[in-house]
């Protein structure tokens, strides 16, 4: 019979028992769950409400008890419900009497929420790490590529021409919006509900901020009732991972478009590729590929803990069981996608032949010239029409606007001079973008060094997490 079942006259049937067994997905939390009992069962002793050799006896036999985990030794049971009873119940039948006295003053329901906010820290660490790791590697390309330049895109068409070095920084400021993202949902679960006990507190006199204190956690979450209910928390750790996979889902459609013969920009080393059965010249970019159609699986993860959240009354409900599948799903997935995007990019040959070449059609030089018609006194509204027709000019003889002669641009308006040429050069436009944030060699180091000072702050943030 189950631990709790002294008020039942039979045992749950069979099939309703594996229905409801959570411990198939929380056997993962077994290091929190060890490490919430000890610190319980230490308070309790120094609270007076057991006695110090029963708290030594527990915190040894729950020491045992996690290194037969460790090392597989130890047989999960699945009449065990969960993994606070799995670890009960091996702690009554190791040191006896002593162990029926660990769940004073506790109730599962603080005893689960607790462990999933210490599961919830150390995976929105470990995302933390991986984020900075994958901004690092961007920091490093961009530096690399700082002297190449390709079209810039809206809508998918040539619109101006950048550095790859501003691209790929574009995505390490995503990512530090990821980083920060993480960094919150890592604080908002560093709130201990342990002590609230089933949902109204307890008569025992608990000291909750010294189990706060013992496990990490910045401070105790003062309503029991919202203590034991709140998965807040993980929607925090759910849309931060959601909105990180959409950046990388982003990332990898640029890539698998530029792989293309098309395009032609980058080649993905030979261990990110893969070919195929039947076509012997195929390489395909199956790992940017995969990378941005599990983005879906991390969506669905975020909308099935919301609604399982939208109905649910105050405080702890069984629907609650469904909380850490998607957690452990979710920042398992962002955090191997992570790492290999940071692998695949550092493996990747970019072609700034082909990005070079690509640059001269597509009529870049575009916003230039009706800069260059706006700086002699024309209204920008009628430059933009002075363009648009020498673009149709271009369009009706198959060239860009290197293949126009100066009396094609006096036609258009006698404020074109000889020195129009100089706009044409897609050198000069790149330099041109000066402005902070801008895509100009200048400015582009400049924002080289925001991002190695974001890096830096990033490692300090790290390395002071609890």
């Known amino acids: 019979m189950a631990l709790w079942g002294g008020r039942f006259e039979a045992g749950v049937a069979e099939t309703t028992q594996a229905f409801g067994a959570s411990l198939p997905v929380d056997r993962h939390l077994y290091h ?4 919430g009992s000890k610190a319980h069962a230490t308070m309790l002793a120094q609270q007076g409400i057991i006695s110090h050799d029963d708290a030594d006896a527990i915190v040894a036999g729950l020491t045992s008890i996690e290194h037969d985990i460790d090392a597989g030794a130890f047989t999960f049971d699945i ?22 006295r660990v769940h004073t003053g506790r109730s599962r329901n603080d005893q689960v929420v607790t462990d999933t906010r210490l599961a919830a820290k150390r995976l929105a660490a470990s995302l933390m790490q991986a984020t900075h790791t994958l901004r690092t590697t961007l920091h490093t390309l961009a530096q690399q590529e700082k002297d190449t330049v390709l079209p810039g895109y809206t809508h998918l068409q040539h619109a101006q021409p950048v550095l790859l070095a501003h691209h790929l920084l574009a995505y390490a400021w995503m ?15 560093n709130m201990s509900s342990l002590g609230a006990a089933a949902l109204a507190g307890t008569s025992y006199p608990l000291n909750r901020r010294m189990t706060a204190y013992e496990l990490g956690f910045a401070d105790v979450i003062p309503n029991s009732l919202d203590a034991v209910s709140d998965r807040d928390f993980l929607l925090d750790l759910q849309y931060a991972a959601s909105v990180c996979a959409m950046h990388l889902s982003r990332l990898c459609e640029e890539l698998v478009i530029w792989s293309t013969s098309e395009f032609g920009f980058v080649t993905f080393s030979d261990e990110f590729s893969t070919g195929s059965s039947i076509m012997p010249q ?15 699986r991390v969506y669905g993860n975020l909308m099935q803990l919301l609604v399982t959240m939208k109905g649910l009354p105050l405080a702890y409900n069984k629907d609650l069981q469904e909380d850490k599948a998607g957690m452990f799903d979710s920042a398992h997935t962002v955090q191997a996608s992570l790492e290999l995007m940071s692998d695949m990019l550092l493996t990747c040959t970019f072609h700034a032949d082909a990005m070079w070449a690509a640059c001269q059609s597509g009529y870049l030089a575009a916003t230039d010239i009706a800069d260059y018609l706006v700086k002699r006194g024309m209204p920008f509204r009628e430059a933009h029409a002075v363009v648009g027709q020498l673009v149709l000019v271009c369009e009706q003889r198959g060239c860009d606007f290197a293949g126009l002669a100066l009396e094609d641009f006096r036609r258009a308006s006698e404020c074109f001079e000889a020195d129009i040429v100089g706009e044409l050069d897609i050198a000069r436009i790149v330099a041109a973008r000066n402005t902070e944030g801008g895509t100009a060699p200048e400015a582009v180091a400049q924002q080289m060094k925001l991002v190695r000072a974001t890096l830096v702050e990033e490692e300090a943030i790290l390395g002071g997490l609890s």
Do not use: S
Request: hydrophobic content about 35%; glycine content about 8%; aromatic content about 10%.
């Open 32 to 35: 929190e769950d060890i490490q």
């Open 282 to 296: 195929k390489k395909n970019p199956d790992f940017a590929e995969l990378i941005r159609g599990k983005t879906g």
């Open 175 to 189: 990512f530090k919006r990821d980083f920060t993202r993480f960094y919150e949902a890592y604080q908002a679960a």
């Open 79 to 100: 009449n065990d419900e969960d993994i606070h009873m799995a670890v009960e119940r091996e702690l009554i039948a190791r040191i006896g009497e002593a162990g029926k």
